[in-house]
Nanobody, 128 residues
Framework: QVQLVESGGGSVQAGGSLRLSCAAS????????MGWFRQAPGKEREFVAS????????HYAGSVKGRFTISRDNAMNMVYLQMNSLQSEDTAVYYC?????????????????????WGYGTLVTVSS
């Protein structure tokens, strides 16, 4: 099982950009589909984006499509989330997640309990 550690969160003004990183340790990283989720204050955790095991397909929530880009580097055991045109509604704790042997699209609909590993989260604050 992988262990996940996020970094790259911080404070930014609306319209700005941030790049989140997720470092994975453990074996067989390329057997995991990877995703980013977020939880805003007072709200439930929600799906943001996911990438397939080999990085050839991606899937996004409608609210971030066209603004966020997920990618992975299997040689470095890393996953990234490039966030552009940030809005105040993007303020949340962002979590990296891993699940073995599923397609990227499936991470948008599986239950939280079906995720194999979660990171601790990194806070993104967007001020208007």
């Amino acid at each position: 099982q992988v262990q996940l550690v996020e970094s790259g969160g911080g404070s930014v003004q609306a319209g700005g950009s941030l790049r989140l990183s997720c470092a994975a340790s453990g074996r067989s990283f390329d057997t995991y589909a990877m995703g980013w989720f977020r939880q805003a204050p007072g709200k439930e955790r929600e799906f943001v984006a996911s990438v397939s095991r080999v990085g050839d397909t991606t899937h996004y929530a409608g609210s971030v499509k066209g603004r966020f880009t997920i990618s992975r580097d299997n040689a470095m055991n890393m996953v990234y989330l490039q966030m552009n045109s940030l809005q105040s509604e993007d303020t949340a704790v962002y979590y990296c997640a891993a699940r073995r042997w599923i397609v990227a699209e499936a991470m948008a609909i599986i239950t939280e309990s079906a995720i194999d590993a979660w990171g601790y989260g990194t806070l993104v604050t967007v001020s208007s």
